[in-house]
């Protein structure tokens, strides 16, 4: 199958699920003018300034542990500070050390293409970690770097007040749900976090690794669409 066929191809998937999913809510034909309301971004001052401080007076230039010794950038977040949903990964990478930007590496790529199947835009929705810098070698983050951050990321869920918050990987999920379940068995099922609605889903490096996982994924991410649509009808 050529690249453009399997784009078509991919596209139409997403069509098709959406469809599926608005039909299952009762939704069975769709206003035209209303088609785009997921992409919409509203801008709240209050929270853009409320955001602003958080990076520039209370994080700063952070050496609360050991990682701000050999990071490039610090990476805070990005999207809208009105998302109704929050993606939260664990830690950046080599690509988001160097950009300062949360998922735009290989795993971030992928990402980007979930949520435009989703039907949102990536700067309509929020993007962050629990652990703000890339840990050597991507190892994964310590209990005291975990510690050290996951203020700041509390601060951001309650500046932007999502309706959902998806968790991309272990230990994003186990940080937010102070749990010890492994992934495989968190993912799929909603839980609570402070009162929101939290899916915990596979890491997309980690389907980058296995791809037979991605059916899983999308699965998880239909649940988030229809919950979605659910709020906003």
Not at 176 to 184: H, M, N
Not at 202 to 226: G, Q
Request: one cysteine or more.
């Amino acid at each position: 199958m050529k690249e453009w066929e399997q784009e078509l191809y991919l596209a139409v998937e997403a069509i098709k699920s959406r469809l599926e999913i608005l039909r299952d809510g009762g939704i069975h034909y769709i206003v035209k003018n209303n088609a785009h309301h997921n992409n919409t971004v509203h801008v709240i001052p209050e929270r853009e300034e409320r955001l602003n401080k958080l990076r520039q007076e209370k994080i700063g230039e952070c050496q609360r542990c050991s990682l701000c010794s050999q990071r490039t950038n610090l990476v805070f977040g990005a999207g809208s500070s009105s998302a109704s949903i929050l993606f939260v990964g664990e830690a950046p990478g080599s690509e988001e050390d160097l950009q300062g930007q949360p998922f735009v590496g290989k795993s971030g790529k992928l990402l980007t293409k979930m949520i435009e199947a989703m039907g949102f835009k990536r700067e309509s929705v929020y993007i962050c970690n629990v652990v703000k810098c890339r840990p050597p070698k991507n190892r994964d983050p310590l209990p005291e770097e975990i510690a050290a951050c996951e203020p700041f990321l509390k601060e951001q869920i309650s500046i932007i007040q999502p309706k959902i918050i998806v968790g991309l990987g272990r230990y994003a999920c186990q940080t937010l749900l102070r749990s010890e379940v492994s992934i495989a068995k968190l993912r799929g099922i909603w839980h609570e976090y402070n009162g929101i609605r939290f899916m915990p889903t596979f890491h997309p490096a980690y389907l980058l690794r296995n791809p037979n996982a991605k059916k899983e994924v999308w699965d998880d991410l239909k649940a988030v669409m229809l919950e979605i649509e659910a709020k906003q009808s």
